[in-house]
């Protein structure tokens, strides 16, 4: 899915009654693979993540859906019926009183049988790690913060969206769940999927993103291919944000007089750069 934001603006008023912007004139365009989000608290990355869904009008701009208004008429329609997001607290999409029917409940409402909705939230519930049968009829509401997490994304992924927004999704979790949740949003986007994921964490960013954009207040800062903003650990550093681990300890072990050659932006990658630095 091609998705287009031109000149995007959106303000609100603060305690004071004063007016602020959470988005900037911001103008982005999508189409396929995987783009990470990142930018400081405040920064706009949830605004923005709710006007690409069109849940937030922009006070200003346009968005566009495969060349259509996205706002309104059969292009707003299309994109109701194509978008999938995560919001950052999980328990802000949960409505059902059980996992299997809030799994369950976009798949009906988009026409699929009873039988196929069952069998499409297992296999979604299973990307995730949780099994159906064990806590299908579970609250939502009475798991764990990362079993939350993980049901909330997979009531999305069962849905095979088009467009995936993903709202700091590996936070909370654990190691095995965290690695899940970045299989399942990379397998997502070799299907077929225009992905964006919102996150603070590099080290995730780095192992599922082609491309990086950066908020800082509510405008475009950075946006460009993930391993040369990632791996760029001053460039991050001049902009508040954390690079990669990988791409910290390559830098600081320079400064150390190592030769680190490359960009590496994982714990193998970073090992085998220092082999090869030492081989050389």
Request: charged residues 20%; hydrophobic residues 45%.
């Amino acid at each position: 899915m091609r998705v287009r934001l031109e000149g995007a603006s959106v303000t609100y008023e603060g305690a004071a009654g004063e007016r602020n912007r959470a988005l900037d004139d911001v103008t982005l365009s999508l189409d396929g693979g995987v783009t990470g989000l990142m930018g400081q608290t405040g920064s706009g990355k949830s605004t923005l993540l709710e006007v690409l869904a069109g849940v937030l009008p922009p006070d200003s701009g346009r968005l566009l859906v495969d060349g259509a208004d996205a706002l309104r008429g059969p292009g707003a329609r299309r994109l109701a019926a194509s978008v999938g997001l995560v919001f950052q607290i999980p328990e802000r999409q949960f409505f059902e009183s059980t996992v299997e029917r809030e799994v369950c409940f976009g798949l009906l409402a988009r026409g699929a049988g009873a039988r196929e909705a069952r069998e499409r939230a297992a296999s979604a519930l299973a990307l995730m790690g949780l099994d159906l049968d064990e806590i299908g009829r579970r609250s939502p509401f009475a798991l764990s913060g990362g079993q939350q997490r993980r049901v909330a994304i997979a009531s999305v992924l069962a849905l095979r969206p088009a467009l995936l927004l993903l709202d700091e999704p590996t936070a909370g979790l654990d190691p095995r769940a965290r690695a899940a949740c970045l299989a399942a949003v990379r397998a997502a986007a070799e299907g077929g999927a225009t992905v964006v994921v919102a996150s603070h964490d590099a080290n995730a960013l780095a192992a599922v993103a082609d491309r990086v954009v950066a908020l800082e207040a509510g405008s475009v800062t950075l946006d460009g291919p993930m391993r040369a903003l990632l791996g760029d650990a001053g460039l991050m550093r001049a902009h508040g944000l954390e690079g990669a681990c990988a791409a910290r300890a390559a830098s600081a072990l320079r400064r150390a007089g190592v030769d680190v050659p490359g960009t590496p932006l994982t714990a193998e990658e970073l090992a085998s750069a220092i082999a090869r630095g030492r081989a050389s």
